[in-house]
Protein backbone atom coordinates (compact mmCIF):
# COMPACT_ATOMS: atom_id res chain seq x y z
CA UNK A 1 0.00 0.00 0.00
CA UNK A 2 1.24 3.43 -0.70
CA UNK A 3 2.29 5.59 2.49
CA UNK A 4 0.25 8.39 1.17
CA UNK A 5 2.03 12.12 1.22
CA UNK A 6 5.47 10.73 1.17
CA UNK A 7 6.04 9.22 -2.49
CA UNK A 8 7.03 5.99 -0.99
CA UNK A 9 5.72 2.59 -1.21
CA UNK A 10 5.83 -0.51 1.13
CA UNK A 11 7.11 -3.28 -0.29
CA UNK A 12 8.60 -6.79 1.40
CA UNK A 13 8.53 -4.66 4.94
CA UNK A 14 11.17 -2.10 2.73
CA UNK A 15 9.97 1.42 1.72
CA UNK A 16 11.03 2.51 -1.26
CA UNK A 17 9.98 4.78 -3.98
CA UNK A 18 7.70 3.73 -6.97
CA UNK A 19 9.65 4.53 -9.97
CA UNK A 20 12.36 2.63 -8.53
CA UNK A 21 10.73 -0.61 -7.95
CA UNK A 22 8.63 -0.02 -11.60
CA UNK A 23 12.27 -0.10 -12.63
CA UNK A 24 13.79 -3.21 -10.71
CA UNK A 25 10.28 -5.24 -11.83
CA UNK A 26 11.29 -3.96 -15.56
CA UNK A 27 15.36 -4.76 -15.33
CA UNK A 28 14.29 -8.12 -14.03
CA UNK A 29 11.71 -8.73 -16.30
CA UNK A 30 13.66 -8.18 -19.48
CA UNK A 31 16.48 -10.73 -18.93
CA UNK A 32 14.28 -13.27 -17.20
CA UNK A 33 11.96 -12.58 -19.87
CA UNK A 34 14.63 -13.81 -22.57
CA UNK A 35 15.34 -16.72 -19.87
CA UNK A 36 11.70 -17.75 -19.56
CA UNK A 37 10.63 -17.32 -23.25
CA UNK A 38 14.01 -19.67 -23.99
CA UNK A 39 12.34 -22.45 -21.81
CA UNK A 40 8.50 -21.24 -22.70
CA UNK A 41 7.78 -20.24 -19.19
CA UNK A 42 5.79 -17.79 -20.71
CA UNK A 43 3.87 -17.79 -17.55
CA UNK A 44 6.63 -16.00 -15.90
CA UNK A 45 7.70 -13.71 -17.83
CA UNK A 46 3.53 -12.29 -18.19
CA UNK A 47 4.12 -12.07 -14.22
CA UNK A 48 7.41 -10.10 -14.44
CA UNK A 49 5.73 -7.83 -16.80
CA UNK A 50 2.65 -7.26 -14.95
CA UNK A 51 4.09 -6.21 -11.58
CA UNK A 52 6.29 -3.59 -13.25
CA UNK A 53 3.10 -2.45 -14.96
CA UNK A 54 0.67 -2.33 -12.26
CA UNK A 55 3.86 -0.25 -10.61
CA UNK A 56 3.77 2.39 -13.86
CA UNK A 57 0.15 2.56 -13.56
CA UNK A 58 0.18 3.40 -9.87
CA UNK A 59 2.43 6.01 -10.48
CA UNK A 60 1.21 7.33 -13.77
CA UNK A 61 4.52 6.02 -15.91
CA UNK A 62 2.76 6.55 -18.83
CA UNK A 63 6.04 5.81 -21.11
CA UNK A 64 7.06 3.13 -18.63
CA UNK A 65 3.49 1.52 -19.37
CA UNK A 66 3.84 1.65 -23.07
CA UNK A 67 6.98 -0.01 -23.35
CA UNK A 68 6.38 -3.02 -20.53
CA UNK A 69 2.81 -3.65 -22.51
CA UNK A 70 4.66 -3.78 -25.69
CA UNK A 71 7.02 -6.12 -24.00
CA UNK A 72 3.56 -8.38 -23.21
CA UNK A 73 2.65 -8.00 -26.48
CA UNK A 74 5.78 -9.59 -27.09
CA UNK A 75 5.48 -12.33 -24.55
CA UNK A 76 2.55 -13.46 -26.50
CA UNK A 77 3.55 -13.32 -30.33
CA UNK A 78 6.79 -16.03 -28.93
CA UNK A 79 3.79 -17.87 -27.10
CA UNK A 80 2.02 -17.87 -30.58
CA UNK A 81 -1.15 -15.71 -29.24
CA UNK A 82 -0.66 -13.49 -32.30
CA UNK A 83 -4.56 -11.83 -31.30
CA UNK A 84 -3.00 -10.61 -28.35
CA UNK A 85 -0.03 -9.59 -28.88
CA UNK A 86 -1.79 -7.47 -31.63
CA UNK A 87 -3.90 -6.08 -29.13
CA UNK A 88 -1.04 -5.34 -26.63
CA UNK A 89 1.42 -3.71 -29.57
CA UNK A 90 -1.81 -1.44 -30.58
CA UNK A 91 -2.08 -0.33 -26.77
CA UNK A 92 1.06 0.54 -26.44
CA UNK A 93 1.19 2.21 -29.62
CA UNK A 94 -1.92 4.33 -28.49
CA UNK A 95 0.13 5.73 -25.10
CA UNK A 96 3.06 6.65 -27.50
CA UNK A 97 0.93 8.43 -29.67
CA UNK A 98 -0.33 10.46 -26.78
CA UNK A 99 3.08 11.24 -25.52
CA UNK A 100 4.44 11.75 -28.88
CA UNK A 101 7.59 9.79 -28.37
CA UNK A 102 8.40 9.06 -32.12
CA UNK A 103 11.03 6.07 -31.05
CA UNK A 104 8.80 4.27 -29.22
CA UNK A 105 5.94 4.50 -31.93
CA UNK A 106 8.25 3.35 -34.59
CA UNK A 107 9.23 0.29 -32.32
CA UNK A 108 5.31 -0.50 -31.88
CA UNK A 109 4.53 -0.47 -35.82
CA UNK A 110 7.43 -2.42 -36.46
CA UNK A 111 5.94 -5.03 -33.70
CA UNK A 112 2.76 -4.92 -35.22
CA UNK A 113 3.70 -5.04 -38.79
CA UNK A 114 6.15 -8.36 -37.55
CA UNK A 115 2.74 -9.68 -36.19
CA UNK A 116 0.70 -9.54 -39.79
CA UNK A 117 4.01 -10.74 -41.01
CA UNK A 118 3.42 -13.81 -39.58
CA UNK A 119 -0.39 -13.97 -40.25
CA UNK A 120 -0.07 -13.54 -43.41
CA UNK A 121 -1.44 -10.15 -43.86
CA UNK A 122 1.30 -9.05 -46.34
CA UNK A 123 -0.60 -5.64 -46.95
CA UNK A 124 -1.63 -5.02 -43.34
CA UNK A 125 2.34 -5.60 -42.62
CA UNK A 126 3.57 -3.12 -45.16
CA UNK A 127 1.09 -0.68 -44.10
CA UNK A 128 2.45 -1.04 -40.56
CA UNK A 129 5.99 -0.96 -41.65
CA UNK A 130 6.10 1.57 -43.69
CA UNK A 131 4.58 4.13 -41.15
CA UNK A 132 7.74 2.99 -38.74
CA UNK A 133 10.07 3.38 -41.43
CA UNK A 134 8.86 7.06 -42.13
CA UNK A 135 9.23 7.88 -38.34
CA UNK A 136 12.71 6.28 -38.20
CA UNK A 137 13.55 8.12 -41.49
CA UNK A 138 12.29 11.15 -39.72
CA UNK A 139 14.08 11.06 -36.66
CA UNK A 140 16.86 9.41 -37.93
CA UNK A 141 16.75 6.12 -36.37
CA UNK A 142 19.23 3.63 -37.41
CA UNK A 143 20.60 0.26 -36.24
CA UNK A 144 18.53 -2.81 -34.95
CA UNK A 145 14.67 -1.39 -35.36
CA UNK A 146 15.69 -0.43 -39.41
CA UNK A 147 17.05 -3.89 -39.86
CA UNK A 148 13.57 -5.17 -38.38
CA UNK A 149 11.83 -3.32 -40.14
CA UNK A 150 13.41 -3.49 -43.64
CA UNK A 151 13.58 -7.15 -43.61
CA UNK A 152 10.32 -7.52 -42.18
CA UNK A 153 9.06 -5.09 -45.52
CA UNK A 154 11.20 -7.53 -47.89
CA UNK A 155 9.56 -10.81 -46.54
CA UNK A 156 6.16 -8.46 -46.92
CA UNK A 157 6.94 -8.05 -51.00
CA UNK A 158 8.33 -11.39 -51.14
CA UNK A 159 5.59 -13.19 -50.11
CA UNK A 160 3.06 -10.95 -52.14
CA UNK A 161 5.80 -12.00 -55.22
CA UNK A 162 6.79 -8.46 -55.13
CA UNK A 163 10.31 -6.99 -54.99
CA UNK A 164 11.40 -4.52 -51.87
CA UNK A 165 12.89 -0.89 -53.19
CA UNK A 166 13.27 1.11 -49.98
CA UNK A 167 13.66 4.18 -52.78
CA UNK A 168 10.76 3.18 -54.41
CA UNK A 169 8.42 2.73 -51.69
CA UNK A 170 9.51 5.79 -49.43
Known sequence: DAIKGRGVIEHNKLRVFPIFLAWTFAVIAVPNTSFALSYKDYDKALEYHARALVIREDIGDNRGMGITIMNIGDVYHYQGDINKAVDYFKRSLKIFEE???????AFSLTNIGWVFL?????????????????????????????????????????????????????
Open 99 to 105: LGTKREM
Open 118 to 170: HKSDYDKAIEYLDKSLNIQKEIGLGGELLLNTTTCLNLSYKYLGEKYDIDKNQ
